[in-house]
C-alpha cells in the first residue's frame, strides 16, 4: 500500500520512464564509447598482469571482471540531478517546479529513478553483454556474497545521489556550475576506485582515500564482487559506508532547505 | 484572502568571471551588487476580487507575483493566502493557487496536452471525476476539448495559453495568478481570455490577479488597480475612483459655424483649428451640459463631442508621477 502523496512521484518515475524511451536517441553512442572503455581498459590489465598475481591475490581475470562491473556499476550512478537543476534555472523553468506541490528533490529523484529504469535495458543489459562476449563472462566471488554486494550498491548509488544533489544545489543560486561539476565527475571516477582500483595507490594515498566518501561509491561493492578483501574488514567498510550515507543526508537536508530559499529564477 | 506584508525582495547580482577560474572563485568571494526590485509592498486582496496589477517595465510585477506564488522567497516581509505564509508552508499552500505565465509554460513539450494534464491530476491527487468535471467547463469556455490530443511542441502561442490556462484551474485554485497573459494574443484570443477571467471569477468566485500592459484587459477586467513603481505601491482603489483623483477631467469638442475662439472662465483650451475648439473642464466645477450651453449663448454651435480622460492618460500619468516622487 502506497500513500497518495508517494504515488504522485510514482507517477512522475514512469511518466519519464515512457519518455526515456521514447525520446533516447544517444544509447548507441552511449554504449560504443563504454563498450570501447572498458575493452580497452580489462586489455590493459591483462597485458600489465600477464601471468603473475598481485599482493593480495589478485589476477588478472579478477581485474577483469572488475573492469566489466565497473562499467556496469557506472550506468547504476548515472544521475540527472545536477543538470537538471543547472538547466531548470538557466531556463527560468524551475519556477514551474516550485509552483507546483511537490517535493522539488523528491521529484528529482523520481525523474533520476525513472531515467535510471529505462537505462537499466537501454545501457546496462547490452554492456553487460558485451562485457561477457568481448572480455568474460564476470562472475561473482561466490553466491554468498551476492547480498553484501546488492546491500553495498545500494548504499553506493545513495552516496552518489546525495552527492550529486548537494553539489547541484549550488546551481541554484549560480548560472553557470557546469565547469565545477565536470570537475566532479573526473575526481570521482578517479578518486572512488572506479577506473584504478586503490590497492594500487601509495598507502599514504589510499589512506587519505579511505577516509573519503568516493571509494564507497565504486572500490567497495567491487571489492565485494570479487573477493579482494577478508569478510571482517568488508563489513567495517559497509559500516563506514553506511555511516556516510547518513553524514550526507544530514547534509543534504540541512542544505536543501537553504538552497531553495535562494533560488534564481531567470526571466520575466 | 491574500495578504501581503512589508515585501521586499532584494536580487544579489554578482560579477563573476569567466572560466573555471572564474567560478571556483566566485563561490568563495565575489563581487555582488544589490539591485532591491520590490522594496515594501503591503495590500490586502479578498476574495473574489479581480486585481490589475500593474507598472512600468522592471517595476517589480513578476517578482511580486513570484513571490506570492511561492517561487521566490522574499528578502523579508511576507504573503499570506488564507492566512497561510506560502514561503513556509509551500507545499501545502500552493494547492490553493493556480499560476499562469504568459511568457512561459507549465506544458511539458515532449507530451501531449492531456499527458501534462494527467500528470498533473496526479501530482495535484484529484479524482478523476472532478477532473472530467473541470475538463468540459474548460471546454465550454475557452474549447479545450480539440487540443487535448495535440502535442505540446505543435501548439500555437493562443492555443498554449489555453492550455495554461486549463492546467492551472484542473485543481480548482481559489486564486488565480496571471503574469500578462495577453501578451502576443491576437483580438480574439485577448477575447476569450477575458471573457473564461470573467466567468471563472463569477461562476466559480475565482479571485484573480493579474499583470498587464494592455490597456483593454484593464479596461474590461480590473474593478480594482494596485499601482506599483519601483517596488513601491503608487496607487490602490477602484479603477473608476482613480480615474477620479488621476485625472478628475473631460474634454469637449466643438464645432462652430465661423473660425472663432470663444473663451470659458473655467475651461482651457487645448487646441483651435478652422472651426474647432477643443476645451478641458474638471468634472467637479462645471457640468457638460453648462459648458455647452455657455458657449452657445456666445456663438451657434454646429456640433459637439464629450470625451473622458482615456484609460491610457490615466496609466501615463500614473506612471509619470510616480517617476517625478
Ligand atoms: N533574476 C534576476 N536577477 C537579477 N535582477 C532581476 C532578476 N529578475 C528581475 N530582476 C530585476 O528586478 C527588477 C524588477 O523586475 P520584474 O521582472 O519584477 O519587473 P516587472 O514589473 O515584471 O517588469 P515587466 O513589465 O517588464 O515584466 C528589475 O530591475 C529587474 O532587472
Ligand atoms: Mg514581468
Known sequence: ?268 | MITVRDLHKEYLVSEKGKGLGGTLKSLFRNEKKIIGAVNGLDFHVNKGEIVGFIGPNGSGKSTTIKMMTGILTPTSGEVLIDGRNIARYRKETVRKIGVVFGQRTQLNWDLRLEETFELLRRIYQIEKKDYLDILEVMDSILGIGELLDKPVRQMSLGQRVKGDLTAAMLHSPKVLFLDEPTIGLDAGSKYALRKFIKEINTIRGTTVILTTHDLGDIQELCERLIIINNGVMMDDGNLSEIVERIAPYRTLTVEYYDSIVPTHPKAEILSAADNVVRYKFMKRELTAARLISDLSSLHPIRDVGIEEAGIDDIIRIAYAKTVQS
Not at chain 1, 573492469?67 to 537543476?85: D, H, K, N, W
Request: net charge positive; aromatic share 14%.
Open chain 1, 1 to 268: 500500500m502506497f500513500s497518495s502523496s508517494f504515488r504522485k512521484y510514482l507517477f512522475i518515475c514512469k511518466t519519464r520512464i515512457i519518455r526515456s524511451f521514447t525520446y533516447r536517441f544517444d544509447v548507441f553512442g552511449n554504449i560504443l564509447m563504454q563498450t570501447i572503455v572498458m575493452v580497452t581498459t580489462a586489455f590493459f590489465w591483462k597485458a600489465l598482469f600477464q601471468d603473475e598475481t598481485f599482493r593480495n591475490g589478485i589476477t588478472a581475470d579478477n581485474m577483469m571482471t572488475y573492469t566489466i562491473m565497473s562499467s556496469v556499476l557506472s550506468v547504476l550512478f548515472t544521475t540527472g540531478v545536477e543538470r537538471r537543476i543547472q538547466e531548470s534555472v538557466e531556463k527560468g523553468s524551475i519556477a514551474i517546479d516550485l509552483m507546483r506541490p511537490v517535493n522539488v528533490f523528491g521529484m528529482f529523484f523520481a525523474e533520476d529513478l525513472g531515467n535510471l529504469i529505462a537505462l537499466l535495458f537501454q545501457n546496462l543489459l547490452p554492456i553487460l553483454l558485451l562485457g561477457s562476449l568481448l572480455i568474460k563472462v564476470p562472475t561473482i566471488v561466490s553466491v554468498s556474497a551476492i547480498p553484501m554486494f546488492a546491500v553495498s550498491v545500494i548504499l553506493s548509488m545513495a552516496i552518489n545521489w546525495l552527492t550529486a544533489a548537494i553539489f547541484g544545489m549550488w546551481a541554484f543560486t549560480a548560472i553557470s556550475m557546469d565547469a565545477l561539476f565536470q570537475v566532479k565527475k573526473h575526481l570521482i571516477r578517479l578518486l572512488s576506485g572506479s577506473i584504478i582500483p586503490i590497492w594500487f595507490f601509495p598507502k599514504w594515498l589510499a589512506g587519505i582515500l579511505n577516509a573519503l566518501p568516493f571509494v564507497y561509491i565504486y572500490q567497495l561493492p567491487l571489492d565485494i564482487y570479487i573477493g579482494s578483501a577478508s569478510n571482517e574488514e568488508i563489513q567495517g567498510r559497509m559500516l563506514i559506508q553506511l555511516i556516510w550515507v547518513l553524514i550526507l543526508a544530514a547534509l543534504f537536508y540541512l542544505f536543501s532547505k537553504k538552497s531553495l530559499k535562494k533560488v534564481l529564477v531567470q526571466g520575466g
